[in-house]
């Protein structure tokens, strides 16, 4: 596993800050979201158990239910946020 991308997503507590508004925010008119959070914690405790499958499979979840990371047309600048940081954190994990 990559250290340093490991220690980025551990030392990154802002975002589950951020995560859970947009959730709190976007939650009812995006249901799909509640579950991107949900995986969303899975995969950090898959960083934090250095877990590869628990990562690879919430990685692959993550994909699927974003539909590659697409976001939708009504969701404000913080939504946009946090799928592209998912994403670059499955683009730095697929490049190990």
């Keep these: 596993m990559n250290a340093v991308l490991r220690k980025e997503v551990l030392e990154n507590k802002r975002f589950l800050e951020i995560i859970k ?11 799909e979201f509640y579950e991107v959070y949900d995986q969303y914690l899975k995969l950090y405790e898959g960083f934090e158990t250095n877990d590869d499958l628990r990562i690879k499979e919430t990685l692959h979840r993550l994909r699927v239910l974003t539909h590659d990371y697409l976001v939708p047309n009504d969701v404000c600048e913080t939504y946009q946020m ?5 994403k670059s954190i499955d683009q730095g994990y697929q490049e190990i």
């Design 21 to 31: 508004i947009v959730r709190k925010v976007h939650g009812e008119s995006h249901k």
């Design 82 to 86: 946090v799928y592209e940081y998912i």
